[in-house]
């Protein structure tokens, strides 16, 4: 069964530094897709990063970088230079090729100090 | 470019009441998915239509369904509401077949007392 997993309830980072958010996942299906979105406090879902599981090199947006280790079977997100308006929900979530759906992780919360 | 909306923003009911939540879709986009995020969890999948068509559903009781309508906004409806329905109901779009590519909603938030 498909799943993902998210072992850091909440992770604390100084302004400027950089910070890994850990995900791993299970799946059998060989074609598959690793999210990570961020839920600021109004509970928006906003994309951050994608991965594809045929995608040999790691995803990059901006401050965002996933390290994706397939043998693993984990996502990390890398978010570098920390800013405060980073404290969030940060969700993993994976895309499996049937049933349309996204499974997500629990979540980690961030919280960002000045 | 208007992103998905979702109406209301929040909503108190009592436990047995039923309730309506509505979305609509970034313009273009054929498919819609619901989410119910309860307090402190992750989201869990609800329902995904497609072109007007269920397509699949999650793990949850027949008394939450929906529909989707031909300008591909939709409603999620639950009846019998019970207090632990309390959530935040996400609605997110994406184009057909490009169902890896959900764009959210801000959410409605439901109250059950």
């Known amino acids: 069964a498909q799943k993902i997993t998210q072992t850091q309830p909440g992770m604390f980072v100084q302004e400027k530094e950089a910070v890994t958010l850990d995900c791993t996942y299970d799946?059998?299906?060989?074609?598959?897709?690793l999210f990570w979105y961020k839920q600021p406090s109004s509970g928006e879902m906003i994309f951050l990063i994608y991965?594809?599981?045929?995608?040999?090199q790691n995803a990059t947006e901006g401050r965002y970088s996933l390290n994706f280790q397939k043998a693993r079977k984990s996502a990390n997100l890398v978010i570098s230079a920390s800013q405060l308006g980073d404290s969030a929900m940060y969700f993993c979530a994976m895309w499996y090729n049937q049933g349309g759906k996204l499974i997500f992780g629990q979540g980690t919360e961030l919280s960002v100090k000045p | 470019e208007a992103g998905v909306t979702q109406s209301p923003t929040h909503l108190i009911k009592t436990r047995g009441q039923q309730v309506t939540l509505r979305c609509s879709p970034i313009?273009?986009?054929?498919?819609v998915y619901w989410y119910q995020q309860a307090l402190g969890l992750g989201l869990q999948f609800l329902l995904w239509?497609?072109?007007?068509?269920?397509?699949n559903r999650g793990n949850f009781p027949p008394r939450f369904s929906g529909r989707q309508f031909p300008n591909y906004s939709s409603e999620l409806n639950v009846n019998a509401l019970e207090l632990e329905d309390s959530a935040l109901y996400l609605c997110?779009?994406?184009?057909?077949?490009?169902?890896?590519?959900?764009?959210f909603g801000p959410g409605t938030r439901l109250t059950v007392t």
């Open positions: 799946t059998s299906d060989q074609s598959y897709g």
């Open positions: 239509y497609d072109e007007g068509e269920e397509r």
């Open positions: 991965q594809g599981s045929y995608d040999e």
């Open positions: 997110a779009s994406s184009l057909t077949g490009v169902h890896y590519e959900q764009y």
């Open positions: 313009s273009g986009h054929t498919s």
